[in-house]
Nanobody, 125 residues
Framework: VHLLESGGGSVQSGGSLTLSCVASRYTSGAYCMGWFRQSPGHRREGVAAIDNGSASYDESVEGRFTISQDNAKRTLYLHVNNLKPEDTAMYYC?????????????????????WGQGTPVTVSS
């Protein structure tokens, strides 16, 4: 599975973006998908995941980020609102076993899944 992210950019604090991730083939039923991020000097961390329509979020983005999926378009979205400077990072889309994606533990075993190249988000204060 090849994943291609887009939609990142530079915004001011409080701004919004919509990140997209297109998969090279259908993943529904085979994998769960999620969004992860990594800022300079920090480990990659889970942000949001979706499993058969059920979403889960890291507490740091709860209420501000929304993950959604359009299976017909093989596309995963992350709507990010009320952005903060600490949200600045490279955002990655991933597909993998549901148990690993939903718990964000895929970051500890990245070879279990598929990763995109990332799309950068920069938030200025």
């Amino acid at each position: 599975v090849h994943l291609l992210e887009s939609g990142g950019g530079s915004v001011q604090s409080g701004g919004s973006l919509t990140l997209s991730c297109v998969a090279s083939r259908y993943t529904s039923g085979a994998y769960c998908m999620g969004w992860f991020r990594q800022s300079p000097g920090h480990r990659r961390e889970g942000v949001a995941a979706i499993d058969n329509g059920s979403a889960s979020y890291d507490e740091s983005v709860e209420g501000r980020f929304t993950i959604s999926q359009d299976n017909a378009k093989r596309t995963l979205y992350l709507h990010v609102n009320n952005l903060k400077p600490e949200d600045t990072a490279m955002y990655y889309c991933a597909a993998g076993p549901c148990w690993a994606v939903a718990t964000f533990s895929l970051v500890r075993s990245p070879n279990l899944g598929y990763w995109g190249q990332g799309t950068p988000v920069t938030v200025s204060s």
